[in-house]
T-cell receptor, first 114, second 112 residues
């Protein structure tokens, strides 16, 4: 079946620190992988995606590489800002198996302090 | 383009009542999915509609139902509300021919 395992939080970093949030997955077929971000009181925003092995998704300084050999999609950012404080969700899509639904990890809360 | 909109944003209901939530997708998107978010269970898929047909369903009881209209707007209904139905209900839309989904702000349902 499909599942996503995500690094437990919370994570607290100082501004300009390096961020890594680990994500591994189990899937049938060849899923697409996503990172979504949720700010307080809001829905989910698509941060980045990758659709096949070795693809790198990037957006707003965040990046993640689809690693099929390690079934991983770790999120990284070189220098975090206070405005990056949010909850981050790793997800995979089963679209290629004919069902368009996302499987989410448990979320990692990031707090960036000045 | 306007994003996904959901109404109402907040709702308080009493156990045993029923509730209907509404979602308007991004213009041109034909697929609408619904998710339930709770602190204990996280984000769980409820169902997906594409061109007025339910294409996929998650593992929820029959009290949870939905429909999609010809303009792609969707509603979900929960009957005989239970305290455990208190959650943030998120709607997401997709063009239908690829897998990325765009989420609305959610409806926060509180059951007392």
């Amino acid at each position: 079946g499909n599942s996503v395992t995500q690094m437990e939080g919370p994570v607290t970093l100082s501004e300009e620190a390096f961020l890594t949030i680990n994500c591994t997955y189990t899937a049938t077929g060849y899923p697409s992988l996503f990172w979504y971000v949720q700010y307080p009181g809001e829905g989910l925003q698509l941060l980045l995606k990758a659709t096949k092995a070795d693809d790198k998704g990037s957006n707003k300084g965040f990046e993640a590489t689809y690693r099929k050999e390690t079934t991983s999609f770790h999120l990284e950012k070189g220098s975090v800002q206070v405005s990056d404080s949010a909850v981050y969700f790793c997800a995979l899509s089963s679209y290629q198996t004919g069902a368009n639904n996302l499987f989410f990890g448990t979320g990692t809360r990031l707090t960036v302090i000045p | 383009k306007a994003g996904v909109t959901q109404t109402p944003r907040y709702l308080i209901k009493t156990r045993g009542q029923q509730v209907t939530l509404s979602c308007s997708p991004i213009s041109g998107h034909r697929s609408v999915s619904w998710y339930q978010q709770t602190p204990g269970q996280g984000l769980q898929f409820l169902f997906e509609y594409f061109s007025e047909t339910q294409r996929n369903k998650g593992n929820f009881p029959g009290r949870f139902s939905g429909r999609q209209f010809s303009n792609s707007r969707s509603e979900m209904n929960v009957s005989t509300l239970e305290l455990g139905d208190s959650a943030l209900y998120l709607c997401a839309s997709s063009p239908g021919d690829r897998d990325e989904q765009y989420f609305g702000p959610g409806t926060r349902l509180t059951v007392t």
